[in-house]
């Protein structure tokens, strides 16, 4: 367990504090030591030159810390626990400036930290990182490589140790922790030892992740007469991604070595030079399987679209035609689409591939211009039945994990062949979206496909089928999902379709779920029985205000209140005092949009008297009403008792955007003790603007809360100030 004691001093260096686990491992009392110069407590301080350690802490207000590898102690005591290798504590100190509020120093805090443990554990890990045993070693390497506390020196060492995992374990700790001082070491190593791949391959991968800068001497090693040690220092320069390096690697692709060129040619992918394209093509037109397939592979990392044309060529070559295909899907245009299916169309062994490169084709073009349709339109313009067809037996490969570039691009196309294979695989979660997307766009041809899957086993079918189905929007299929919303499981996808369609033939369906237990259902059948609006709606609508059962006067509100309907009114104004609270919050909300004149009073008094969920429902309602009366009680709204009235009165301000408004927003800003309703205040003074508003926000920009700066930051940036 860590045991830190804390003292503090004043400015002269008097100690004021020297807290109790501090008297525990040093022995010296609290009485003993409060009050006594820090100087008479610790004679030796300045002999030992730390004590111009504490003045620059006064002096410079800087943290200074004593390393116990230098220093050892602060305060000369015998360890708590007796010590193999040491006679006295071994101390971590951290000495920092305290400031008063004045941002003044006025003294310093130091913490003294025991890690006489810890040293005397690090001597132990050193002495059998050396040992035989390679379980041993790797523990030990293991334990130093883990906890950053512990010195790597012992490390260095254990780079060219026998087992590879003691060497994995080392590189990590090094590499992590690497100093100037320990990349010297190790050049100086490779250099010596070159012929030892082991602590060649674990040197340089500590130079690869070191932070040091190593590019000159790995440029010296790039020149060494050995050939391993070029091919590695290639290796090594291309994880530095350091650009000094481009012109010897170039140079090193002319190297004797096919390794070394190799090696070159991956660094100068991995360092993006468009200064090589034109001499990697060269090497890629060779043929070379070696070193074509590292040529293209560094050409896909710089991705420079100009190659394109030399590398269509490529693509029917039986040795680098897979890698040629997957380049063209990501450098080249629409021009490529041509050579691609032309590939298609032809018995072939890459339709996997193709469908992948062409997919990637689509997706650049959707992300960069919104036009990835434009591809599937010239795929589906090229491609012949062989082409379709050797889609569909991809399709079927068993040996085919991720299949959404097959499914995408075969949704490109139509056939009867092409639905059947997409339907079935409606229930794959990793393809759902694109198969839903290639039987939209099929259109009505799909319809009698996808209804038929309304009753399939897979339940992920049968939910895909009915979102396809919403989505085409084809009253044909408004008989089949109505009786799917028997299929509790199914029922909230069946509705939303549903209401996409906006069949008026749905309604009495629709109609019966109003009721439900389940609320998210109820909601969405309401929201779908707004979207449709058949003549009669109101008609159907407005008795249900009076429905025995509150889940359907609850959903009724929300539809008569959708829609605005007059007649409602009544009805509305005598619901906003319903038993049920949910009910009375619902038709307080909407008595707004019927535009009752009795709507402002049932509101205001429902905004001072009722629960605070109503309460906050009115508050919501008045964002929707006009006027200088809803402003004066959003306003009063502000000082509510319960969080979420002031919320949202804070929030139907902004809609209000009132003048009249914002000194009281301001004081919910300064007074109020949660975020959410300062950053609303702040939010609806950004929606108001004027020279006022910006004032109070221009001083928030910097508030100590990053939430409250953000927000302050986002008023002010809508340009309303």
């Not at 116990?68 to 290798?85: E, N, R, S």
């Not at 992300?367 to 990835?372: N, S, V």
Request: aromatic share 4%; hydrophobic share 45%.
């Amino acid at each position: 367990m860590m045991q830190i004691g804390v003292f503090t001093t004043d400015v002269h260096l008097i100690i004021q504090v020297w807290d109790a686990t501090l008297a525990q491992l040093t022995g010296i009392s609290e009485e003993a030591a409060s009050g006594q110069p820090l100087t008479a407590l610790l004679p030796d301080l300045e002999k030992r030159g730390l004590l111009k350690r504490f003045q620059r802490s006064l002096n410079d207000g800087v943290v200074e810390v004593l390393a116990p590898a230098f220093h050892h102690y602060l305060i000369p005591c015998a360890p708590v626990t007796p010590a193999k290798h040491f006679d006295k504590m071994q101390q971590r100190v951290t000495i920092a400036p305290l400031r008063d509020n004045n941002e003044s120093i006025a003294g310093l805090i130091v913490t003294v930290e025991d890690v006489t443990a810890r040293l005397e554990r690090e001597r132990e890990l050193a002495t059998r990182l050396a040992e035989g045993d390679e379980t041993t070693r790797l523990n030990a390497a293991e334990t130093i490589s883990d906890d950053a506390s512990f010195d790597t020196a012992p490390l260095l060492d254990a780079l060219s140790d026998n087992s590879w995992r003691v060497r994995r374990a080392a590189v990590k700790g090094v590499s992590q922790r690497a100093a100037p001082e320990a990349i010297t070491a190790l050049l100086n190593s490779v250099v010596a030892n070159h012929h030892n791949l082991s602590l060649l391959n674990s040197a340089l991968q500590v130079l690869a992740s070191s932070d040091v800068d190593t590019i000159s001497p790995l440029l010296d090693l790039l020149k060494h007469p050995e050939p391993d040690l070029r091919m590695q220092a290639a290796l090594a320069l291309g994880e530095q991604g350091d650009s000094r390096a481009v012109d010897a690697l170039i140079e090193a692709m002319n190297d004797e070595d096919t390794n070394v060129r190799y090696h070159a040619i991956e660094a100068l992918g991995k360092l993006k030079s468009v200064d090589v394209v034109d001499k990697l093509v060269d090497v890629a037109e060779t043929k070379h399987f070696f070193l074509g397939f590292a040529a293209l592979d560094a050409l896909a990392q710089i991705g420079d679209p100009r190659i394109v044309p030399r590398i269509e060529p490529l693509v029917d070559d039986p040795l680098l035609g897979d890698q040629a295909i997957m380049l063209l899907g990501q450098l080249g245009d629409e021009s490529v689409v041509a050579p691609l299916t032309a590939l298609l169309n032809k018995p072939n062994d890459s339709t996997y591939l193709i469908a992948r490169a062409l997919a990637t084709l689509s997706d650049r073009y959707e992300e960069q211009y919104g036009e990835g349709r434009y591809i599937a339109e010239l795929t589906s313009r090229e491609i012949s039945p062989t082409g379709v067809q050797n889609l569909l037996d991809a399709l079927e490969s068993p040996d085919k994990a991720d299949l959404r570039e097959l499914a995408l691009v075969l949704g490109w196309v139509k056939g009867a062949g092409v639905d059947r294979a997409l339907t079935r695989l409606m229930g794959r979660d990793d393809l759902r979206n694109e198969i839903i997307e290639a039987l939209v766009r099929h259109g009505p041809a799909t319809l009698d496909l996808l209804m038929a899957q309304l009753s399939a086993e897979d339940l992920e079918v049968r939910r895909s089928a009915a979102v396809a189905l919403g989505r085409i929007g084809d009253s044909r299929a408004t008989a089949a999902l109505v009786n799917a919303l028997g299929d509790k499981s199914l029922a909230i996808d069946a509705v939303t379709a549903l209401g996409q369609i906006g069949d008026p033939n749905a309604v009495d369906g629709l109609l019966k779920l109003i009721g439900s237990e389940d609320a998210s259902l109820r909601q969405a059948a309401v929201s779908a029985l707004n979207s449709v609006m058949p003549p009669s709606m109101s008609e159907r609508i407005i008795p249900l205000l009076h429905d025995l059962d509150p889940n359907v006067r609850e959903s009724a509100v929300k539809i008569a209140g959708y829609f605005g309907y007059p007649s409602s009114a009544d009805a509305l104004v005598e619901l906003s005092r319903d038993e049920v609270e949910r009910v009375r919050c619902a038709a307080i909300e909407h008595l707004p949009f019927v535009e009752d004149e009795r709507a402002f009073e049932v509101i205001a008094g429902a905004l001072k008297e009722e629960t605070p969920n109503v309460r906050a429902a009115a508050a919501r309602a008045l964002g929707n009403m006009e006027g200088p009366q809803a402003v004066a009680r959003l306003s009063e709204g502000l000082s509510d008792d319960d969080v979420w009235v002031r919320y949202f009165s804070a929030r139907a301000l902004g809609r209000r955007r009132d003048e009249a408004s914002v000194e009281a927003l301001k004081k919910v800003i300064e007074n109020d003790e949660f975020n959410h309703v300062r950053i609303a205040a702040l939010d609806s003074l950004g929606q108001i603007g004027g020279q006022r508003v910006a004032e109070i926000v221009a001083e928030l920009v910097n508030d100590d809360d990053p939430d409250v700066a953000h927000a302050a930051q986002m008023a002010l940036s809508k340009g309303l100030v």
